[in-house]
């Protein structure tokens, strides 16, 4: 069965640190990834999403980059965090190439820019 | 712009009662909606789906209807139970595979 990995659950960091975040999935290939993030009472907001090694489409402009060395890695890193990257960061995936099929989440990182 | 939105923020029944929950949109090229429920500290997990080309689609206790017409999709938990008290998203799917999701429903069900 498929699972995925997000590390680390919670992280404090002062503004203008480095960030990496890390997700990883097992028992799938080729999946397609995502990250989002989920501020204080609003919605899941995507942010990256990645159809194969090497290609990420960004959905808004922001602070953050987001990478895919391998096929199932993907990591969120920013190089200056700023206040308002405080928030739930959650990884995703989904089958490659299909419609309509649901994504699958991690159990998410806390964020909190101090 | 926000595509896909559920207006009450909040939503309390009693144990055994029915629970629905409500989401609107906006564009009419959803082809997939999505339900997921969230625990603090959790990720969503999915829930049910439904395709834009049916009207109702049912797992167990849990019912969605869609009524493309009205652009408006509903979850029914039938009977409720305390368990089931988490944030329930829904979500619209573009051919993309991409997921727009609304801002969440808080559900409470007490004993």
């Known amino acids: 069965s498929q699972t995925i990995h997000q590390w680390p659950a919670t992280l404090v960091q002062p503004v203008g640190s480095p960030l990496s975040l890390e997700c990883t999935v097992e028992g799938t290939s080729n999946p397609n990834l995502y990250w989002y993030r989920q501020a204080a009472g609003r919605g899941l907001q995507l942010l990256f999403y990645s159809v194969g090694i090497g290609q990420i489409s960004s959905e808004v402009p922001q602070n953050l980059s987001a990478s895919r060395p391998q096929d199932r890695q993907f990591i969120l890193s920013s190089k200056k965090l700023l206040l308002s990257d405080s928030g739930f960061y959650l990884c995703a995936w989904s089958p490659h190439g299909t419609v309509g099929q649901p994504q699958h989440f991690g159990d998410g990182t806390r964020l909190s820019i101090l | 712009d926000q595509q896909v939105k559920q207006n009450s923020p909040s939503l309390s029944v009693q144990e055994g009662r029915i629970s629905i929950l409500n989401c609107d949109y906006t564009?009419?090229?959803?082809?997939?909606f999505l339900w997921y429920k969230k625990y603090p500290a959790e990720g969503p997990t999915f829930l049910i789906s439904i395709s834009s080309i049916k009207d109702k689609n049912e797992d167990g206790r849990f019912t969605v209807f869609l009524n493309k017409s009205a652009k408006h999709l509903s979850l029914h938990i039938v009977p409720s139970q305390p368990g089931d008290s988490a944030v329930y998203f829904c979500?619209?799917?573009?051919?993309?595979?991409?997921?727009?999701f609304g801002q969440g429903t808080t559900l409470q069900v007490k004993p």
């Open positions: 979500a619209a799917s573009l051919a993309t595979g991409k997921l727009i």
């Open positions: 564009n009419s090229m959803f082809d997939y």
